[in-house]
């Protein structure tokens, strides 16, 4: 064990070994004697900033310690998930991120068929991770942007942490799907608003005239199902009806049309 390790050790018994938490001491004398022994060198230098320690091992748990550990052996860089705020589901996705990078990189240098491959959108060769390292994002939010950087997706679309995992997805959906998303693109839309106006935007619809916050989802859907069978739906969106008589209304003609 290198001295400066040994420093960081002392510091963490002499703060603990006061505690009148007893339990709180035993747990952090048995990390430092499994740490001593299995943590590299190489984590203590990740730890460090201006040559400072920014973080010691008792700001971890004990499973986000063992992730880092494997994250080094893998040979990756783990500055990005070091923050000990990060769960270790969000410390996974940046991990993620990270060797994808890895892989595409390889991938690139190792053939250039990959290239050639039309098959699928073939994505970025390069992502940045630190557009989502945030601990603002929860893992799953950080797992539909990375799975949109993957893509080659413009993020930014959906990148506001306000927006949650559903809304999120169906923005990405919208992304890949080719169609306008700035119409839907707004935390102010409930997730299932946004998969109604998403779905007729992919049918080839309108779908602007019932992209209003202040409609419901049975109301939006009802007016899908109106443009899809060519009926002029917009007077009655510009009337002050209920949604209930708007969907009475629009039945009711599409009844006439087809007797």
Not at 7 to 34: D, F, G, H
Not at 198 to 220: C, E, I, R
Not at 224 to 244: H, M, T, W, Y
Request: aromatic share 12%.
């Amino acid at each position: 064990m290198s001295k400066k390790y040994n420093l960081v050790a002392c510091s963490l018994m002499q703060r603990y070994l006061n505690s009148i938490n007893a339990s709180k001491t035993e747990e952090v004398i048995r990390l430092l004697t499994k740490y001593q022994t299995n943590t590299s060198e190489k984590l203590l230098e990740y730890m460090k900033k201006d040559g400072l320690i920014k973080y010691d091992l008792s700001d971890y748990s004990e499973i986000q310690l063992d992730f880092l550990q494997s994250c080094i052996n893998s040979n990756v860089d783990v500055t990005l998930m070091l923050n000990p705020e990060f769960s270790p589901e969000q410390m996974e996705q940046i991990y993620l991120g990270l060797r994808y990078n890895m892989h595409m990189n390889n991938t690139y240098k190792m053939s250039y068929l990959w290239l050639l491959d039309t098959t699928e959108p073939r994505g970025a060769i390069y992502i940045d991770v630190a557009l989502y390292a945030h601990t603002y994002y929860n893992a799953e939010q950080m797992r539909i942007i990375r799975e949109g950087l993957e893509r080659g997706l413009d993020v930014f679309w959906y990148s506001n942490p306000m927006f949650n995992a559903r809304q999120m997805d169906i923005i990405r959906k919208g992304l890949l799907d080719g169609v306008d998303v700035s119409i839907y693109a707004s935390p102010n839309f409930a997730w299932d608003q946004m998969y109604a106006i998403h779905l007729g935007l992919v049918q080839g619809l309108p779908a602007w005239l019932y992209a209003n916050t202040s409609y419901s989802t049975n109301k939006m859907a009802t007016a899908r199902e109106a443009l899809k069978k060519g009926l002029d739906i917009r007077p009655l969106l510009r009337s002050k009806i209920s949604d209930v008589d708007f969907v009475q209304s629009v039945q009711k003609s599409s009844n006439s049309c087809s007797a």
